[in-house]
């Protein structure tokens, strides 16, 4: 396997928008985080596919963490997607900002963070964590396939990522 380099991508503030990413490892891990259930969905940003992959049971951020170590080594990611829940109207609520906690907490494992709308993603789903996740990495590829969506700058990273062999 080889390895490639990938920038970290800031989390955008206010307005959700897609980075300009290299392809890399080309493997993505989305998170719909919720405080008892997480949803994981992994997909390939060389062909914008990607598919549920499990959920996760944890009672507290510290336990989702341990919990995330194992998966993130195994595959590897070049980018972590994070739902970013919302009321419709777009105004943030205590969930926004336990998400944008997790945000910052999930750079312990050295792979970019984006945080992307996940509104309604759960009635998309079909109210499955895991299928919310793949909702919410389908938006996000759709961001970046959309040349029109503004990109916040990227900075460089010595970051690695070998691609994992199960990625769809």
């Given amino acids: 396997m080889a390895d490639h380099a990938s920038a970290p991508v800031p989390i955008a503030s206010a307005a959700v928008s897609a980075p300009r990413v290299s392809v890399g490892s080309g493997i993505v ?9 997480t949803g994981l969905a992994v997909g390939n940003l060389i062909t914008h596919t990607g598919r549920p992959l499990k959920t996760l049971q944890a009672l ?40 944008r906690n997790l945000a910052g907490k999930l750079r312990r494992f050295g792979v970019p963070v984006v945080l992307v709308d996940e509104r309604y993603s759960s009635v998309e789903g ?8 793949a909702v919410i990495l389908e938006r996000y590829f759709a961001q970046l396939l959309n040349p ?4 916040p700058p990227a900075t460089p990273a010595d970051t690695a990522s070998p691609s994992h062999p199960d990625a769809t």
């Fill in 60 to 99: 507290n951020r510290t336990v989702l963490l341990e919990q995330l170590a194992p998966l993130i080594k195994e595959w590897q990611p070049q980018t972590l997607v994070l739902g970013l829940p919302t009321h419709p109207d777009g105004a943030e609520h205590e969930m926004t900002r336990a998400t």
């Fill in 29 to 37: 891990l989305a998170l719909d985080y919720g405080l008892v259930r």
């Fill in 126 to 133: 079909r109210h499955d964590d895991a299928q919310a996740a």
């Fill in 148 to 151: 029109a969506v503004p990109a």
